[in-house]
């Protein structure tokens, strides 16, 4: 079974801190996500890698970055956190490359859900 | 501006009925649609997926139905258990070019299931 991992469940932050959330897979997927997800809002990208050390943008980047070093690996990171980026944040992965074919199908982590005060 | 507009947008049945979900899309160029189920705590999990050239997929109890013309689509839950309880969430992927895809997300349906 594909195992899809993150570092936190709960997370209570204050703002201003530089905040880490960490996600492993362990399908040897090119691709990894991270979400976040608000009532009434649905799932959002914040950023997407489809291979080590690429990144790309996804709909709401502004206030976060990531990071892959490994392939198995991909990490967030709130570089000052602000109230307003209290939110459940999933990750996912999925799919061989960008030619990842018609079924694209995404394998998400439980999520972490992070509370800035 | 592709979107994914899901309905209702929450709903009370009683267990052992049974009801359905829908997803109306504008989406293009379509790929594929699929429909994940997401726990009260838990990240989604897909139960079907459907393409354009299949109308209807069976997951169980679940049985998704898809209409490429009228771009809609429903998820069909049968005798209805406690378990079912959750969120059910509509994605429609779309090609956007160079062989990568991009995902549009429902907003999702909030189920409830109550004795």
């Known amino acids: 079974d594909v195992k899809v991992t993150q570092s936190s469940r709960y997370l209570v932050k204050r703002t201003g801190e530089k905040v880490f959330l960490e996600c492993v897979q362990d399908?040897?997927?090119?691709?990894m996500f991270w979400y976040r997800q608000d009532p009434g809002l649905g799932l959002r990208l914040i950023y997407f890698s489809y291979d080590v050390k690429m990144k790309e943008k996804g709909d709401i980047p502004e206030g976060y970055s990531v990071s892959r070093e490994k392939k198995e690996r991909f990490s967030l990171i709130l570089e000052s956190a602000s109230t307003n980026q209290t939110s459940m944040y999933l990750c996912a992965s999925g799919g061989q490359g960008l030619l990842a074919g018609v079924y694209n199908e995404q394998f998400f982590g439980p999520g972490t859900r992070l509370t800035v005060l | 501006k592709n979107q994914v507009e899901q309905s209702p947008q929450s709903l009370i049945i009683l267990e052992g009925k049974n009801c359905t979900l829908q997803?109306?899309?504008?989406?293009?160029?379509?790929?594929?649609l699929r429909w994940y189920k997401q726990d009260t705590g838990r990240g989604p999990v897909s139960l079907t997926i459907m393409t354009f050239s299949e109308n209807t997929k069976s997951n169980g109890r679940y049985t998704a139905t898809l209409d490429a013309d009228t771009k809609q689509s429903s998820l069909h839950i049968t005798a209805s258990q406690l378990s079912d309880s959750a969120s059910y969430i509509c994605v429609v992927s779309a090609h956007s070019g160079a062989g990568s895809y991009q995902l549009t997300f429902g907003k999702g349906t909030k189920l409830s299931v109550i004795p």
């Open positions: 399908m040897d997927h090119e691709n």
């Open positions: 997803c109306n899309y504008t989406v293009s160029p379509f790929s594929n």
